[in-house]
């Protein structure tokens, strides 16, 4: 069993920048594909950015592109997520995931979650 923690969320104003942190208790070939989603009151989950670990290859959804960056550190087995210049629309509880390395953007290939972290973009 593979336990994702999260931590680095809170309330910042608009244009501000955040770093979320997601530590895995192990790394697994079902851990191959770490990725962050976010859900919104009221929407759907969404894909956020996903990184391979063994490459490091990265994608990102476009409404992010250009603001975060996903980032890993193998020796700690973590995965970071910086967020620079958030907007409102930022808001959302966000999920650290991990998969195998064909997860894709979609988070049923994903085999582990997070318990979320809270951030709040203010105007």
């Known amino acids: 069993q593979v336990h994702l923690v999260e931590s680095g969320g809170g309330l910042v104003q608009a244009g501000d920048s955040l770093r979320l942190s997601c530590a895995a208790s192990?790394?697994?070939?079902?851990?191959?594909?770490r990725a962050w989603f976010r859900q919104a009151p009221g929407k759907e989950r969404e894909f956020v950015a996903r990184?391979?670990?063994?490459?490091?290859?990265?994608d990102y959804n476009d409404s992010v592109k250009g603001r975060f960056t996903i980032s890993r550190d193998n020796a700690k087995n973590t995965v970071y997520l910086q967020m620079n210049s958030l907007k409102p629309e930022d808001t959302a509880v966000y999920y650290c995931?991990?998969?195998?390395?064909?997860?894709?953007?979609?988070?049923?290939?994903?085999?582990?979650w997070g318990q979320g972290t809270q951030v709040t973009v203010s105007s």
């Open positions: 995931a991990a998969g195998v390395a064909s997860a894709t953007t979609y988070q049923f290939g994903y085999d582990y």
């Open positions: 192990t790394h697994t070939f079902r851990t191959n594909t």
């Open positions: 990184i391979k670990w063994s490459t490091g290859g990265t």
